[in-house]
């Protein structure tokens, strides 16, 4: 397997922290964490308060009637049977 760079490394961490890196991805840049180190975990620290407070942003998305419904009848039918 072929060795990553930092600034490859750098531009794949924001995809490893929302898991968006494929298996060969993930496993080529978990190496790379590896033989970083210290500086590759300061990245993703960064990385990962960046996608929590970018998370915290975002608006909740609105539930439908329907969907809220079959919930709580899910919910219910749940204890009904306790």
Do not use: N, W
């Not at 750098?10 to 993930?26: I, M, N, R, T, Y």
């Not at 180190?37 to 539930?63: I, N, S």
């Amino acid at each position: 397997m072929r060795q990553m760079s930092f600034k490859e490394f750098e531009s794949k961490a924001p995809l490893f922290v929302v898991g968006a890196l494929d298996d060969s991805e993930e496993r080529e840049f978990v190496e790379a964490r590896q033989l970083f180190g210290d500086k590759a975990e300061d990245l993703l620290a960064d990385c990962q308060q960046l996608a929590a407070v970018f998370a915290l942003t975002l608006r909740p998305y609105p539930v439908r009637p329907e969907t809220k419904a079959q919930l709580f009848s899910l919910i219910r039918a749940t204890l009904h049977d306790q």
